[in-house]
């Protein structure tokens, strides 16, 4: 058994270090020395491809983040098992960075997407093996809108690798699909609260 707080701590730390370096990869080449404003314009317009990879994953990232904060258990312990799977979640997002960074340099690339959608499904289902796995997990709305989430940044993923075989430029956009998520939690939330006025 270990403690849940531990592994909170690691989480709050590992999440914090993903989606810090993500941005590392967003950045005018060393070499660049603009003539004018409208030359620094453009180069700021051209670093799109890579920004775009790492707002969407910030973003993924968050939800995810918020979500596991949400989550509510009695229990100050977690099984052994339980551990191990939580570990193999945090390496998932621990590589994100990296598949942000291919996708970033490679946007028109089949493969580079598919390893970043790849990642993030894998992410969803671990989680959802993870959920089976809490100890003790307080019942609440917080469980249906984590299933949803993983549901939603499941289906994005598989469909973003299906597009990126069709239009690699557009797969990405599946992402999309997960600004969902914070609108099914907050229409959860209210219909709970108008169900149970007093809760």
Not at 38 to 49: N, Q, T
Not at 147 to 174: C, D, K, N, Y
Not at 178 to 197: E, G
């Amino acid at each position: 058994m270990y403690p849940k707080a531990r592994l909170d701590a690691l989480t709050d730390g590992l999440f914090g270090v993903a989606m810090t370096i993500l941005v590392l990869d967003v950045r005018l080449p060393d070499d660049f020395h603009p003539r004018d404003h409208g030359a620094l314009f453009r180069a700021l317009i051209d670093l799109w491809p890579k920004f775009f990879p790492y707002a969407l994953s910030f973003f993924v990232l968050g939800i995810r983040w918020l979500s596991s904060v949400q989550m509510k258990t009695k229990s100050d312990v977690v099984s052994t098992e339980y551990a191990r799977w939580w570990l193999l979640y945090l390496f998932l997002i621990t590589c994100v960075p990296f598949a942000t960074i291919l996708v970033g340099r490679f946007p028109d690339e089949a493969p580079a997407i598919c390893f970043y959608a790849g990642t993030t499904a894998l992410i969803a289902a671990v989680a959802w093996r993870t959920m089976a796995l809490l100890p003790d997990l307080a019942p609440g709305i917080h469980i249906r809108a984590r299933q949803s989430g993983l549901i939603v940044l499941f289906v994005s993923s598989v469909i973003a690798i299906v597009v990126s075989f069709i239009s690699p430029r557009l797969a990405m956009w599946a992402f999309a699909l997960n600004i969902v998520t914070p609108i099914l939690d907050h229409r959860m939330r209210s219909t709970d609260r108008t169900a149970h006025p007093g809760g």
